[in-house]
């Protein structure tokens, strides 16, 4: 009998698989990925619902209340709903989808990967971070056929976008941590953060207010980032710009060291 020949077996090409410190890279791309593949839902509905604001606030108002000399109420209006823009959707990005895998069980696959507390705030808090500034982005974009472009520092302008952002994304970490269904989730969203968005100035100057609701606004941290960055557009505002990048990034800070010690303990990630 003739022995036969085998051909030998083509092997797949290894592939390289990701070192422990870029699981991070890796995780963030998930998490962009996530809302970007539900742009329309995630991106664009809410900056439909910014302009709706804008037209019927601006229509509503636009010839009753001038707050700052040379500037129009529909030019005053936008700041702010830009930045309530990015708060909210930077704080819903992260909660969101941490509350989403534990009520899918896929969490589990992530808590087996060697990522650190750190790879987990990095990775979360920046994705939030993307979709706040895109979406802030598409209602400043949209807001420019309604209002005349001014910017009067971009610096500014760039610095509170990133800090709304960050604070509100990791805001929006220590929420999903601590809510095990969407119903939890809502508490913060419907208690916590609309009232202090809506009570932070985004439609007035809170010079407008009786005196205790203006002592009330300055106990509230998205005040002051919503007067930085009108501040940013306009070059005036209620308070100085340092003060607000000061009490903002403050609490920033603290936000995030609440979260990476809950995360470190992994509080309600490991049973």
Do not use: C
Request: proline content about 6%; charged content about 10%.
């Amino acid at each position: 009998m003739s022995e036969q020949s085998y051909a030998p077996i083509a092997r797949p090409p290894l592939q390289a698989v990701a070192a422990p410190n870029d699981g991070w890279k890796m995780l963030l791309k998930k998490e962009v990925l996530r809302f970007w593949r539900v742009a329309f839902q995630t991106i664009a509905a809410p900056v439909l619902t910014a302009v709706l604001y804008l037209m019927i606030f601006g229509h509503v108002l636009s010839d009753r209340v001038q707050v700052y000399p040379g500037v129009g109420y529909v030019a005053f209006l936008v700041p702010g709903l830009v930045m309530m823009a990015v708060l909210q959707n930077a704080f819903a990005n992260s909660a969101s989808s941490l509350v989403q895998s534990k009520i899918m069980g896929n969490l589990v696959f992530t808590l087996l990967t060697p990522l650190s507390a750190r790879d987990w705030f990095i990775a979360y808090v920046g994705a939030a971070i993307a979709r706040g500034l895109l979406v802030g982005l598409g209602v400043y974009l949209v807001t420019l056929l309604y209002a005349p472009p001014r910017v009067a520092s971009l610096p500014w302008v760039l610095a509170f976008a990133l800090l709304g952002a960050a604070l509100m994304g990791a805001l929006g970490l220590l929420a999903g941590l601590w809510a095990d269904k969407f119903d939890q989730m809502a508490v913060f969203q419907n208690f916590i953060v609309m009232p202090m968005t809506f009570l932070a100035g985004v439609f007035y100057s809170i010079h407008s207010l009786p005196g205790i609701w203006q002592r009330l606004s300055h106990l509230n941290p998205f005040f002051y980032m919503i007067d930085g960055l009108r501040y940013g557009f306009f070059g005036v505002s209620d308070v100085s710009p340092w003060l607000s990048l000061g009490i903002a990034g403050s609490a920033l800070l603290a936000v995030s060291a609440l979260t990476m010690y809950l995360l470190n303990t992994g509080y309600k990630l490991r049973g």
